[in-house]
């Protein structure tokens, strides 16, 4: 579909020649997408730098698709990505000398707290052109340097995947190294969250000579920036000798995973999986290729999509929010509607990653099916719906949520079948110095078939009756038919929230509309 108002659209577009992006400068237009875009959000666990860590790299049929219009467009079939909770790095990809990621892009992924990278390309006899005239002379490196430390900053996001796909001239792989230097250097100036990625290709003579492992044909260019991204044609001996020549920096290696399955490990497709384990058995970082493998190629995106992420799951890190106020739709950015506070504002299809609120973990844990929905939403185009067919605990997040007087805690729900007890689970752990307290404590609140709160201690210690006293329910009502329940959660020193479930004990089908979080000790 066409996107709303296309015409007079502001859309985004790449930078194809070295002149453009010598001649960028920002847009004099105020772009609120950009201007107000979201900053990286702090995450839990935070990824350390000797964390093994999993990027993935978005090309999709050359990019700049629906996702390059700021204000979104009326196509709610376009891709979209929302397992955030298993990734560290986005990188937006396409054979464009300068691939700008998208607003809607940045936006996403940095409210879960994903860094977002740009690609600088050079490819075939053009690309060599372009290498022979920025690398003539160190000034010339540094104005390109300048020029996308410019970029990144006006769009809001962290850093550069660098991928040289021509020979270069061996007088100038030493400019080269440079330019990957300066470049690092010069990002971390602007931010010290910034990371700058070299891709396997050109080798210390400037030779186009995949790799495929780091070694000392590559590891000039390792050596100068923040890691290297291994070409697909790997095996496994290459993941042991790319382990031991990286030394304390083997989290820097990320192998590449094609999920399309090009001459790859296994085929790829949904034995991603497979090559994805050896790379953790290898203690290596991993950078997954084309996931939207599942829209492009796939009938069913929805269940492709989840189960190449379920897959997936057992070999990621799952990260959640540390922050407060903490408020979700679950919206994935689409929908066939949109909805306030349960009733429909606007009847029409709609697509705008911008609009994509926290998402869940999805995966599937429990024996209870996930899954997104767009025939119904409190705010937002969808909400989460979590059916099951024996009583089941759903993880939904892990997260580290600290407050000082006042947790409020809503949840706003609908079911789609017979009402069942229904409660919302949270993992508190504490630890007070004072009280010489460590204990880490289960809360059962019950959201429907009981009032009673239930509270279990991992260390077997017993419950102070003031504690439970203290968790009471302060709100019960019911919005444009979701029902809304709020808790309120005394705070203290040391308690920390870190994990939220949903239980449902029964065969039943329900609507989560909204979870909102928030310490009204800091209003």
Same mark, same amino acid.
């Given at each position: 579909?066409?996107?709303?108002?296309?015409?007079?659209?502001?859309?985004?577009?790449?930078?194809?020649?070295?002149?453009?992006?010598?001649?960028?400068?920002?847009?004099?237009?105020?772009?609120?997408?950009?201007?107000?875009?979201?900053?990286?959000?702090?995450?839990?666990?935070?990824?350390?730098?000797?964390?093994?860590?999993?990027?993935?790299?978005?090309?999709?049929?050359?990019?700049?698709?629906?996702?390059?219009?700021?204000?979104?467009?009326?196509?709610?079939?376009?891709?979209?990505?929302?397992?955030?909770?298993?990734?560290?790095?986005?990188?937006?990809?396409?054979?464009?000398?300068?691939?700008?990621?998208?607003?809607?892009?940045?936006?996403?992924?940095?409210?879960?707290?994903?860094?977002?990278?740009?690609?600088?390309?050079?490819?075939?006899?053009?690309?060599?052109?372009?290498?022979?005239?920025?690398?003539?002379?160190?000034?010339?490196?540094?104005?390109?340097?300048?020029?996308?430390?410019?970029?990144?900053?006006?769009?809001?996001?962290?850093?550069?995947?660098?991928?040289?796909?021509?020979?270069?001239?061996?007088?100038?792989?030493?400019?080269?190294?440079?330019?990957?230097?300066?470049?690092?250097?010069?990002?971390?100036?602007?931010?010290?969250?910034?990371?700058?990625?070299?891709?396997?290709?050109?080798?210390?003579?400037?030779?186009?000579?995949?790799?495929?492992?780091?070694?000392?044909?590559?590891?000039?260019?390792?050596?100068?920036?923040?890691?290297?991204?291994?070409?697909?044609?790997?095996?496994?001996?290459?993941?042991?000798?790319?382990?031991?020549?990286?030394?304390?920096?083997?989290?820097?290696?990320?192998?590449?995973?094609?999920?399309?399955?090009?001459?790859?490990?296994?085929?790829?497709?949904?034995?991603?999986?497979?090559?994805?384990?050896?790379?953790?058995?290898?203690?290596?970082?991993?950078?997954?290729?084309?996931?939207?493998?599942?829209?492009?190629?796939?009938?069913?995106?929805?269940?492709?999509?989840?189960?190449?992420?379920?897959?997936?799951?057992?070999?990621?890190?799952?990260?959640?929010?540390?922050?407060?106020?903490?408020?979700?739709?679950?919206?994935?950015?689409?929908?066939?509607?949109?909805?306030?506070?349960?009733?429909?504002? $606007?009847? @029409?299809?709609?697509?705008? =990653?911008? /609009?994509?609120?926290?998402?869940? !973990?999805? *995966?599937?844990? +429990?024996?209870?099916?996930?899954?997104?929905?767009?025939?119904?939403?409190?705010?937002?185009?969808?909400?989460?719906?979590?059916?099951?067919?024996?009583?089941?605990?759903?993880?939904?997040?892990?997260?580290?949520?600290?407050?000082?007087?006042?947790?409020?805690?809503?949840?706003?729900?609908?079911?789609?079948?017979?009402?069942?007890?229904?409660?919302?689970?949270?993992?508190?752990?504490?630890?007070?110095?004072?009280?010489?307290?460590?204990? $880490?404590? @289960?809360?059962?609140?019950? =959201?429907? /078939?009981?009032?009673?709160?239930? !509270?279990? *201690?991992?260390? +077997?210690?017993?419950?102070?009756?003031?504690?439970?006293?203290?968790?009471?329910?302060?709100?019960?009502?019911?919005?444009?038919?979701?029902?809304?329940?709020?808790?309120?959660?005394?705070?203290?020193?040391?308690?920390?929230?870190?994990?939220?479930?949903?239980?449902?004990?029964?065969?039943?089908?329900?609507?989560?509309?909204?979870?909102?979080?928030?310490?009204?000790?800091?209003?």
């Amino acid at each position: 579909m066409a996107p709303v108002d296309q015409q007079n659209a502001k859309e985004l577009k790449p930078l194809q020649t070295l002149e453009e992006l010598l001649e960028w400068k920002p847009s004099t237009d105020h772009i609120d997408e950009i201007v107000n875009g979201k900053a990286l959000r702090p995450r839990y666990p935070p990824c350390s730098p000797e964390q093994l860590k999993t990027l993935i790299c978005h090309d999709m049929k050359g990019g700049y698709l629906d996702d390059r219009f700021y204000s979104g467009t009326c196509n709610d079939d376009s891709y979209r990505f929302y397992h955030w909770s298993g990734v560290d790095m986005f990188v937006y990809f396409s054979h464009n000398l300068v691939t700008i990621p998208p607003a809607c892009w940045v936006t996403a992924a940095h409210l879960h707290g994903v860094k977002v990278l740009g690609t600088f390309i050079t490819e075939w006899k053009e690309g060599a052109e372009i290498c022979h005239e920025f690398l003539a002379s160190e000034n010339s490196v540094k104005r390109v340097v300048s020029q996308l430390v410019k970029i990144a900053r006006y769009h809001k996001f962290e850093g550069w995947l660098i991928n040289i796909e021509n020979e270069i001239e061996p007088d100038k792989v030493d400019a080269l190294a440079l330019f990957v230097k300066e470049l690092t250097l010069s990002m971390k100036e602007v931010s010290p969250e910034s990371v700058v990625l070299w891709y396997d290709s050109v080798t210390k003579e400037g030779k186009l000579n995949w790799q495929n492992e780091l070694n000392d044909e590559n590891r000039l260019f390792f050596d100068v920036c923040d890691g290297i991204f291994l070409n697909y044609t790997w095996t496994n001996d290459h993941l042991h000798r790319s382990y031991e020549a990286a030394a304390s920096r083997n989290s820097d290696v990320f192998v590449g995973l094609d999920v399309f399955g090009r001459n790859f490990y296994e085929g790829g497709k949904f034995n991603t999986h497979k090559a994805l384990e050896l790379a953790r058995k290898n203690n290596l970082s991993a950078a997954i290729f084309a996931q939207g493998w599942t829209h492009e190629t796939q009938e069913n995106f929805e269940e492709a999509e989840d189960k190449l992420w379920q897959l997936l799951s057992p070999f990621l890190f799952h990260h959640g929010p540390k922050f407060l106020p903490f408020k979700t739709s679950f919206c994935q950015g689409i929908g066939k509607k949109k909805f306030i506070s349960g009733k429909c504002r $606007e009847n @029409t299809s709609w697509y705008n =990653l911008s /609009g994509q609120e926290y998402q869940p !973990i999805w *995966s599937h844990e +429990g024996g209870a099916l996930m899954k997104h929905t767009t025939d119904e939403a409190f705010t937002g185009g969808g909400c989460l719906e979590i059916s099951t067919s024996v009583p089941s605990t759903t993880r939904l997040f892990v997260c580290e949520i600290e407050w000082k007087k006042a947790l409020h805690i809503a949840v706003v729900y609908k079911w789609r079948k017979i009402a069942v007890p229904l409660s919302l689970v949270l993992h508190l752990r504490i630890n007070s110095k004072e009280k010489n307290l460590n204990d $880490e404590r @289960t809360v059962l609140l019950p =959201l429907e /078939g009981g009032d009673a709160v239930e !509270i279990e *201690s991992k260390s +077997g210690a017993v419950i102070p009756k003031e504690f439970q006293r203290n968790i009471e329910s302060i709100v019960s009502d019911e919005v444009e038919c979701w029902a809304s329940r709020i808790y309120r959660i005394p705070g203290g020193e040391g308690i920390v929230l870190q994990g939220i479930d949903m239980k449902v004990d029964g065969t039943s089908s329900i609507l989560v509309g909204m979870i909102d979080i928030s310490d009204r000790g800091q209003q």
